[in-house]
């Protein structure tokens, strides 16, 4: 073979190698850019996934804020001499998602104090004297009241009207802007005046009719009455 027949050999291997070299790189550079790419798009969708999710999230607080604020706080204020209207107390804040308040006198009745066919009895005492029911509570402060903007009450009737106990809290306490619904506990007696005299010593609020319980009623009773008022949180 003679000298340039050599020489073409060679820039002709050399011209091989070099296209070889050439796409190689190419590719790698091309897989390299689509694997960038699609991590890229996994990103991107990630994001898309995240803000979206805390945007919902965001709205579903928002809700659920305005809600409570249209809604307005329920509670449930109750004097129990003898665990009834306690009873009913709880059921219904159960069934309105309301807060309760229990007052709670400083002396706290006995039986022997609560027993009104005993004329020298406390409550009998208190009831023929009414100087004498003028009962110191624990407490008459509710915290956080300026949220609540409807209060149930409810007491035992002692002798035709609320026991006295709740004329204690219902003075010291502030009800304007308040919607006040009164209810009882008795064994025979109604409702008669006791939502309306509280309501004259109340500083405010507006009283609606109230409701007569029995001693012990039953569940549906209770679940009935709280239904018809159309509070539920």
Same mark, same amino acid.
């Given at each position: 073979?003679?000298?340039?027949? $050599?020489?073409?050999?060679? %820039?002709?291997?050399?011209? @091989?190698? %070099?296209?070889?070299? @050439?796409?190689?790189?190419?590719?790698? /550079?091309?897989?390299?850019?689509?694997? /960038?790419?699609?991590?890229? $798009?996994? /990103?991107?969708? *990630?994001?898309?996934?995240t803000e979206t999710n805390t945007n919902g999230a965001t709205a579903n607080t928002a809700e659920g804020e305005n809600t409570e604020t249209e809604n307005g706080g329920i509670l449930v204020v109750y004097y129990s001499a003898q665990?009834?209207? *306690?009873? @009913?107390?709880?059921?219904?804040?159960?069934n309105l998602g309301a807060? &309760?308040?229990?007052? &709670?006198?400083?002396?706290?009745?006995?039986?022997?104090?609560?027993d009104w066919t005993d004329? /020298?009895?406390?409550v009998s005492r208190e009831y023929q004297n009414e100087s004498l029911r003028n009962t110191e509570l624990t407490t008459t402060t509710v915290e956080n009241?300026?949220?609540y903007d409807t209060v149930l009450i409810g007491y035992p009737i002692w002798w035709g009207i609320a026991a006295w106990t709740?004329? &204690?809290?219902?003075k010291a306490n502030d009800f304007n802007g308040? &919607?006040?619904?009164?209810?009882c506990t008795?064994?025979?007696?109604?409702?008669?005046?006791?939502?309306?005299?509280?309501?004259? *010593?109340?500083?405010?609020?507006n009283w609606l009719e109230g409701h007569r319980f029995r001693s012990n009623p039953s569940d549906s009773d209770v679940d009935n009455w709280t239904a018809s008022l159309n509070l539920a949180n």
């Open positions: 073979m003679s000298k340039k027949g $050599i020489i073409g050999i060679i %820039i002709v291997v050399v011209l @091989v190698i %070099i296209a070889a070299v @050439v796409y190689f790189a190419l590719n790698n /550079n091309s897989s390299d850019n689509l694997e /960038n790419q699609n991590q890229t $798009i996994n /990103n991107n969708e *990630e994001n898309n996934v665990g009834h209207t *306690e009873a @009913v107390a709880q059921r219904i804040a159960e807060d &309760t308040f229990a007052i &709670t006198p400083v002396d706290e009745y006995s039986e022997d104090d609560l004329d /020298n009895s406390r009241w300026d949220s709740v004329d &204690t809290f219902v308040k &919607t006040v619904i009164p209810f008795s064994s025979s007696s109604g409702l008669g005046q006791s939502g309306d005299l509280l309501a004259e *010593e109340a500083n405010g609020g």
